[in-house]
């Protein structure tokens, strides 16, 4: 993690902070019932965790579309379609039940990865990117599989 800006670096780990609180409040039921008396049920378990990765999978289309915009000619196209991919992922499959939705977040951010990976390899994701990338999705995947899995 050396490569990737400090403020990057912060910034994407305190992005974490709802998966993780997702992931303990199932893991631990008794913090889980005072999150949802103190600040309500979406802020607990599974919901926390869907209702936000759905936010970021968006955020992350808008990231991809920045990136694209440095694309020229056809690889441009690409990455323009590449882009919405995400954001359309999270819209269209996260619907269902919290454990369909969970493992269509998973996909979604696994997918996301391998999208990051291809701007990363045309030129217009900065060095570092990939880094922090896969150390966050690492981190996004372990939290949803506890909301599938367990």
């Known amino acids: 993690m050396t490569g990737v800006p400090r403020s990057?670096?912060?910034l994407g780990l305190a992005g974490l902070i709802p998966f993780l609180w997702g992931a303990i409040t199932i893991l631990q039921p008794g913090l889980a019932?005072?999150?949802i008396r103190s600040i309500g049920p979406r802020f607990a378990g599974p919901y926390v965790m869907l209702f936000y990765g759905a936010i970021i999978l968006a955020f992350m289309?808008?990231?991809l579309w920045g990136f694209a915009t440095k694309l020229e000619g056809n690889q441009a196209a690409v990455g323009y379609v590449?882009?919405?991919i995400p954001a359309l992922w999270a819209f269209f499959t996260t619907?269902?039940?919290p454990v369909s939705a969970g493992m269509s977040l998973m996909a979604g951010?696994?997918?996301l990865l391998g999208i990051d990976w291809l701007f990363w390899r045309f030129g217009v994701a900065p060095e570092w990117w990939m880094?922090?990338?896969?150390?966050l999705t690492a981190i996004v995947l372990g939290c949803l599989a506890?909301?599938?899995f367990l």
């Open 8 to 10: 990057a670096l912060i």
């Open 131 to 135: 880094q922090l990338r896969v150390l």
């Open 33 to 35: 019932d005072w999150t």
């Open 61 to 63: 289309s808008g990231v």
């Open 146 to 148: 506890v909301a599938v």
């Open 95 to 97: 619907g269902g039940g």
């Open 109 to 111: 951010f696994a997918g």
């Open 82 to 84: 590449l882009s919405v």
